[in-house]
């Protein structure tokens, strides 16, 4: 874990301690003070973009700042940060993706955020007495004030949501892997077999769908792999 040491040396002699179930507090505290220190950028960040002329290069910068923007929000006092694995689902980083080509979604995506975040704070942070929380709040107000700001409009109104374009684009997708997927477990186990399968253990369309999508990976893996697949995987 690359964090600074004059961080969590606030909290644990070593990084090791996070691991104890019984220093989960103290682990907590450290995480959202890193969370609260990492934004402290935020601000600078987006005059940084907001003064980027090329849209290639726009789209390079923004894309990993509103990716980050949003993983600090669900990393917030999320214990979990220190027993697996936190990030954003493949979906929302696909319609992030897509619907990142102007300052008005970095905006729209950083108050966002920022609101997330801050209402994550008042929920649990702030009552438990976390040591950053009123800095956390600070920092969250200023961040959600500038956003609004850069979109013209009043201190708290509503955000822009994402491109609905954007946001069919990454649905989409999703059903073209599903379709893929059922595809390759159908040459693996005939037609007759899939539906089979499908009718006992998937039910409803939703449900068929992953549990195709998930059976046709590993059946793909133990016979030696589908390029697709493996390349999802």
């Not at 993706?97 to 950083?110: E, N």
């Not at 990976?217 to 390029?227: D, K, N, T, Y």
Request: proline share 5%; with cysteine; hydrophobic share 55%.
């Amino acid at each position: 874990m690359f964090w600074p040491r004059d961080i969590w040396g606030r909290y644990a002699s070593s990084l090791a301690e996070f691991k104890d179930p019984a220093a989960a507090p103290a682990a907590l505290r450290c995480l959202n003070h890193m969370v609260t220190d990492a934004l402290r950028h935020a601000l600078p960040a987006l005059t940084y973009m907001s003064r980027v002329a090329d849209p290639s290069i726009f789209r390079f910068c923004a894309i990993p700042q509103v990716m980050a923007a949003r993983t600090l929000g669900l990393c917030y006092n999320n214990h979990a940060v220190f027993t697996g694995v936190v990030k954003m689902r493949r979906g929302e980083t696909a319609a992030l993706f897509l619907g990142c080509g102007g300052m008005d979604d970095v905006y729209s995506a950083f108050g966002a955020a920022a609101r997330s975040l801050a209402a994550a704070c008042e929920a649990s942070a702030l009552p438990a007495g976390d040591p950053s929380a009123a800095i956390t709040l600070e920092r969250c107000a200023a961040l959600d004030a500038a956003c609004c700001a850069g979109l013209g409009l009043k201190a708290g109104a509503p955000l822009p949501g994402q491109h609905r374009g954007a946001v069919l684009l990454a649905r989409l997708l999703r059903l073209a892997l599903a379709a893929g997927l059922l595809a390759a477990l159908r040459a693996l186990l005939g037609v007759d077999r899939v539906a089979a399968l499908v009718t006992t253990w998937a039910p409803s369309p939703v449900a068929t769908a992953v549990g195709a999508a998930g059976l046709a990976v590993l059946l793909s893996r133990r016979a030696g792999g589908l390029g697709v697949a493996r390349g999802v995987a």
